[in-house]
């Protein structure tokens, strides 16, 4: 079972672009071409962060809004996590974030396990979580 690695997260959007432009401005995600699929009414794209990760964004009317609440966690997918590398990284990032008028439910801070991290909400309220490793 070697090679086993996640291969890409999808979020489903009702603004495509305005979360590609996110993802691009504050993570330097590079985005592939548009994906459209006139048929069902589908769009994508693929965004590649620097590490090879890559994250697939997408939209389609008919995909119902969510009913969570982004602020309470809940069983199921609840966040995923983008390293910026430094303490002094994630600190600046929230900072930037809370500036751009973007949402940080929870302050950069060590974690019991080693981690230092803050929580912040992307234009669609998906948690992302931005750490140090």
């Given at each position: 079972?070697?090679?086993?690695?996640?291969?890409?997260?999808?979020?489903?959007?009702?603004?495509?672009?305005?979360?590609?432009?996110?993802?691009?401005?504050?993570?330097?995600?590079?985005?592939?071409?548009?994906?459209?699929n006139k048929k069902n009414g589908?769009?994508?794209?693929?965004?590649?962060?620097?590490?090879?990760?890559?994250?697939?964004?997408?939209?389609?009317?008919?995909?119902?809004?969510?009913?969570?609440?982004?602020?309470?966690?809940?069983?199921?997918?609840?966040?995923?996590?983008?390293?910026?590398?430094?303490?002094?990284?994630?600190?600046?990032?929230?900072?930037?974030?809370?500036?751009?008028?973007?949402?940080?439910?929870?302050?950069?801070?060590?974690?019991?396990?080693?981690?230092?991290?803050?929580v912040i909400l992307d234009p669609?309220?998906?948690?992302?979580?931005?750490?140090?490793?």
């Open positions: 079972m070697k090679n086993i690695y996640i291969e890409h997260i999808g979020i489903f959007t009702r603004d495509l672009e305005r979360l590609r432009s996110f993802y691009e401005t504050y993570f330097g995600a590079v985005s592939g071409d548009i994906y459209r589908f769009s994508s794209y693929f965004l590649k962060f620097s590490t090879g990760a890559r994250l697939e964004l997408m939209q389609m009317d008919s995909i119902p809004d969510s009913k969570d609440d982004p602020i309470i966690e809940f069983i199921g997918l609840v966040h995923f996590a983008i390293s910026v590398g430094s303490i002094d990284a994630v600190n600046e990032m929230a900072a930037k974030l809370k500036v751009a008028g973007y949402s940080v439910v929870r302050e950069p801070r060590k974690t019991g396990d080693g981690y230092y991290e803050c669609d309220g998906n948690r992302v979580e931005l750490c140090t490793s």
